[in-house]
Each structure stands twice: as C-alpha cells, then as structure tokens.
C-alpha cells in the first residue's frame, strides 16, 4: 500500500524529457507538464492524490519537477533498473526535497543476481522512498 493508509492515488502519466521524447509522437501524458495538469483537473484538489512516474535517466528532473508547492502533483514515482540505482537515488532525494511523496519501482528483478538485489535493496531502504515496488514483466512472480 502507498504511504498513508485510505489515502487514494491516481497516476496521471509521465515526466519524461523533451529532449528524448517527440511531444507530436508520445502526446501531452508523457511530459505532464504543470500547463496540461492544471488545464485538465483544475487546480488541487484534496483527494485522490495525483502521481506521475519518473524514469531512471529519462527524465530532466531537476527542471521539469517543480517544487511541490508549485504543483498539483503529490508524489513522485520513480522506475529505474538495478545499474540505474545511483541516478534513481539522486532522483528520489531530489523529489523528496522539493517536498513530494516518492515510491520506487525496480524493474526486471528476475534479471538480477540475488546478491546484486540485496545490494540495491539496502541502498534503498536507507533512501527518503516511502515504498519501494519490485516489479518483473517476465512473469517470474
């Protein structure tokens, strides 16, 4: 479960960056842009709380994540795989510190050596990630 208990989240789309990504091609919820949230929900309402997913290394998140206060956004979702775990974690501390909820999903688990998940899996649990999801597409849960 996320973060608070009875507390509803809705995932909204992507922050992904513009310099990898054609606007034309992956339309308007790859990018959830302040302008196109706040034209489509308004301004924020107190529930349910929206998020957006983050991918390790394919987003700018240093300038496409405002400050919370600056957004109707509350929580911060990042996706990384296991050699991404460093920009995911600088990814996370940055999310947190503009004051969002943040939770993470490593991928492809079933692809990673036990000792290398433990690893990752220590670095972070000590990070501010309220969740952390593993997450594998291959079937192996």
């Not at 995932?11 to 054609?22: C, D, I, N, W």
């Not at 949230?37 to 390790?56: F, H, N, Q, S, Y």
């Not at 939770?103 to 290398?116: A, D, F, H, Q």
Request: hydrophobic share 40%; glycine share 4%; proline share 4%.
């Amino acid at each position: 479960a996320c973060a608070e208990a009875g507390v509803d989240y809705m995932e909204v789309g992507y922050k992904a960056s513009q310099r990898l990504f054609s606007r034309d091609q992956a339309g308007p919820w790859k990018f959830c842009t302040e302008e196109d949230l706040r034209r489509v929900i308004g301004e924020k309402r107190p529930t349910p709380k929206l998020a957006v997913m983050a991918d390790a290394e394919r987003t700018d998140y240093h300038t496409d994540i405002l400050p919370k206060a600056q957004s109707v956004l509350d929580m911060i979702r990042v996706a990384t795989y296991i050699h991404q775990i460093p920009a995911a974690l600088d990814m996370v501390k940055d999310a947190h510190d503009k004051g969002y909820e943040t939770t993470l999903n490593l991928m492809s688990v079933s692809t990673v050596r036990e000792r290398e998940l433990d690893e990752a899996l220590e670095m972070l649990c000590e990070s501010e990630t309220m969740a952390i999801y593993l997450v594998d597409r291959f079937g192996a849960f």
